[in-house]
């Protein structure tokens, strides 16, 4: 006679994925008024759970490496989708101040200061610590969305939240050349002038001009047969077309060997400029969320069963220093430099320089460069990243919330002045 007690892995498999699903969809509202996040929620019962034993199964990222790299770049490119989506505010140079300065000196002096940490703190190789710096470079699109701005048409675009909005959705492609610096080191290229070459101009040069140009071109043709054309799909009203537009636009550059990432989310920002304020940008966004949440959940409980089976049992104290580093100093002090000059207030500045959330673009990074390069033991360099990974999970999903809450109410207390219609010593028509 069976047992009546025997647990079949697989219907616990079910039990579990039941068990997200329903959590996904109750704690928009169930954990308002808690400072919990649904992040923070999944770690601990991936935790929890696996440290009961029950399962066989190990989530460790070290042993399931393609797993981890594909299944993490799933999740990235639906989180680059949504972000484009819903960016309400048109590209532009001045618009987007906030984005080039994060980009363009948060983003390298975030990488340098993290590479060097590596190297002189950690005792890391110059590939290793390359590829820790890179790795800490994005602010992850799939863990900021209580950073992020609204849905399409929401009104809640501030300054700050766009600001890491639209750096989270450009950075994850923008760090990939450093990457590809970290696995050319690795492979001894950085003293030959053909390594070094072919880096410059295919890693860095063709592949985001790849990446920028074919993703604008099949946002372009998306638009038009979204909402120009005779039979325009908008009209069908289903929101998978978005996840169809993902995959085209990632898989279309991979093929021409460019930045996917970067593709995604300019193909996502050219959808939406193609009819700014059509309704149907709302259900592509709805579907995208739904998509990213449910795989992130699944990535979060994994990743908590990673923690409960080892994952920073390699953990020294100097690393754990130095991870905190990271996450309170080299990212707040970097965003603080790029912020300096700007016309934004001093404390829209630190939120933006503080909120640079870690999460899984930096697994991606980590699992794409030691399946791609040969890196020696990356059980210590994993064991940091975790452990970064888990204080940015912790530190910003408790903090995120209420600062930006306060920083609305200040800001309804204290409207900022309108700029006069002419200003001083200006004359009518200038």
Not at 152 to 157: I, K, L
Not at 169 to 194: E, K, R
Not at 217 to 239: N, P
Not at 266 to 280: G, K, L, M, N
Request: charged share 15%; net charge neutral.
């Amino acid at each position: 006679m069976e047992p009546f007690l025997t647990f079949d892995p697989y219907i616990l498999f079910l039990l579990g994925l039941g068990a997200v699903v329903l959590l996904v969809s109750w704690a928009p509202v169930g954990l308002k008024r808690v400072p919990l996040t649904l992040a923070i929620l999944c770690v601990a019962i991936g935790v929890a759970v696996f440290s009961t034993g029950l399962l066989a199964f190990d989530p460790d990222p070290r042993t399931w490496d393609t797993a981890t790299e594909r299944l993490t770049e799933l999740v990235v490119i639906i989180s680059l989708m949504g972000a484009g989506l819903k960016l309400d505010r048109p590209p532009g140079w001045r618009s987007w101040a906030t984005t080039w300065r994060l980009l363009a000196v948060a983003m390298p002096l975030t990488i340098a200061a993290t590479a060097w940490l590596g190297w002189a703190g950690l005792g890391f190789s110059l590939a290793m610590a390359l590829l820790f710096g890179a790795s800490m470079a994005p602010t992850d699109p799939v863990l900021a969305a209580d950073v992020q701005v609204g849905p399409p048409r929401s009104g809640d675009e501030d300054e700050v939240r766009f600001g890491l909005t639209s750096e989270a959705g450009l950075n994850d492609a923008l760090a990939f050349p450093f990457v590809h610096l970290a696995i050319l080191a690795a492979a001894g290229g950085l003293a030959t002038q053909s390594g070094l070459t072919d880096w410059f101009t295919v890693k860095l040069g063709w592949k985001l001009l790849a990446g920028l140009g074919a993703g604008w071109l099949i946002g372009k043709v998306l638009g038009y047969l979204l909402f120009r054309s005779r039979r325009g799909l908008s009209r069908l009203g289903d929101g998978l077309i978005a996840l169809a537009a993902t995959l085209i636009a990632y898989a279309v550059t991979e093929l021409v060997h460019g930045y996917g990432f970067l593709a995604v989310f300019v193909c996502a920002v050219t959808i939406r400029a193609s009819e700014r304020d059509h309704d149907f940008h709302q259900e592509m966004h709805d579907f995208s969320d739904q998509i990213e949440r449910l795989l992130m959940m699944l990535l979060l409980v994994l990743f908590g069963g990673a923690l409960a089976n080892g994952l920073l049992a390699s953990l020294t104290w100097t690393d754990a220093l130095v991870g905190l580093a990271v996450v309170f100093v080299i990212r707040p002090l970097a965003g603080l430099v790029a912020m300096a000059g700007s016309d934004q207030p001093w404390r829209e500045r630190l939120l933006l320089a503080f909120l640079g959330i870690r999460g899984v673009g930096s697994v991606y990074y980590l699992a794409y460069g030691i399946n791609h390069g040969d890196f020696g033991d990356s059980e210590r360099l994993w064991a940091v990243v975790g452990f970064i990974i888990l204080v940015s999970i912790v530190v910003h999903g408790v903090t995120a919330t209420p600062l930006l809450a306060r920083l609305a109410r200040r800001r309804e207390s204290f409207p900022a002045a309108p700029a006069p219609a002419n200003p001083p010593g200006s004359k009518n028509g200038d």
